[in-house]
């Protein structure tokens, strides 16, 4: 099995000339690549980067070492800045940033502060799920409670599934969500949840299976999933696209939907030489085939759903040709209030 995927490195390396795969071993040969992740540390993000910088490197031409910084700020917004207009566009720097990052260019248009149809993608680790739950002694515990009461939601930001979540339900459902953003990451919005300070939250449910100990006592309720797919921990909790009573309805949980399931894909900027962009997805293709990978990803809990950066970049595409009029239904939803 391990000669399968290496033959799988080398064959995608093959469709580079011999003189460049030579030239990019070359290049990456005692370097230090950087993963650039938009939040702190100890959140799903984070998670998913450190497992691919710990193999990664192997399949990597010219064995370079794969580290991970934390680049926290505006739903990692300043990650995805840094690594498309900052950094050197030489192959250097992976961002792994907000899946809702190319939403937001969708609303922002001309406006947006960066052009994530640009984004060289390696790849997408994970099609994940999200889930709005509340916490077990929160005094609003059902959707229906929700529709009636005023349930605070945390959040990092307007780049986020936690912000766009919470409101395209108010949208969809006529829940009552109030989302406080500003948090700095998922992990300090699970902290303040168990604190107290917040009733719920909105986001992958990966998270969650970082704390099996919430699952085992019963301290969270889910209310909503959102994904294109039912998690099997969560088949008696309706998804958001069912909910929904009209066209116009189904078409906003929709987007939000398939925005999700992009979920986990590092990529790099739009300026790093073509042979280093094969080469790193060459990579990345031969770790989520690893079968050391995909084993200790089942030991530590962490799921995998492997799509390659040329199938993540024709879903992308695909998933945000939409309507203007469902852009503009969607950037009054998410204005602020």
């Known amino acids: ?127 994940l799920t999200s889930a709005a739950i509340v916490w077990h002694d929160s005094p609003i515990k059902t959707l229906d409670e929700m529709k009636q009461k005023e349930t605070v939601f945390g959040s990092t930001g307007p780049s986020g599934e936690t912000y766009v979540v919470p409101l395209a339900m108010n949208a969809i459902l006529g829940t009552k969500i109030k989302v406080v953003a500003g948090y700095p990451g998922i992990t300090e919005v699970m902290v303040a949840l168990e604190r107290g300070e917040i009733q719920g939250r909105s986001g992958s449910w990966q998270n969650v299976l970082q704390h099996p100990d919430w699952i085992a006592g019963k301290k969270i309720i889910p209310i909503v999933q959102v994904g294109v797919r039912k998690h099997p921990d969560l088949a008696g909790v309706p998804q958001l696209s069912e909910l929904a009573k009209t066209p116009e309805d189904k078409q906003l949980a929709d987007l939000v939907s398939n925005s999700i399931a992009v979920s986990r894909a590092p990529w790099v900027g739009p300026g790093v030489p073509e042979e280093r962009v094969k080469a790193l997805r060459a990579a990345f293709d031969a770790t989520m085939k690893d079968p050391e990978f995909v084993k200790v990803a089942q030991e530590r809990n962490v799921e995998l759903t492997y799509m390659s950066g040329e199938d993540v970049e024709k879903r992308l595409s695909k998933s945000l040709d939409v309507s203007p009029e469902l852009v503009t239904r969607l950037k009054t939803i998410l204005e602020p209030k």
């Open 1 to 127: 099995m391990i000669r399968f995927v290496l033959a799988i490195a080398a064959l995608a390396l093959a469709t580079v000339s011999p003189a460049h795969a030579d030239a990019v071993s070359d290049f990456y040969k005692g370097k230090t690549v950087t993963i650039y992740v938009g939040f702190t540390p100890g959140g799903n993000y984070d998670l998913y980067a450190r497992m691919l910088s710990e193999f990664m490197p192997r399949h990597m031409p010219g064995n370079p070492q794969l580290v991970v910084q934390n680049k926290p700020g505006a739903a990692s917004l300043n990650a995805a800045q840094s690594v498309m207009k900052v950094l050197p566009q030489d192959g250097l720097s992976i961002a792994m940033t907000a899946n809702m990052l190319p939403l937001e260019q969708l609303l922002e248009g001309a406006n947006a502060a960066i052009d994530m149809k640009k984004a060289r993608w390696l790849g997408n680790m994970v099609e």
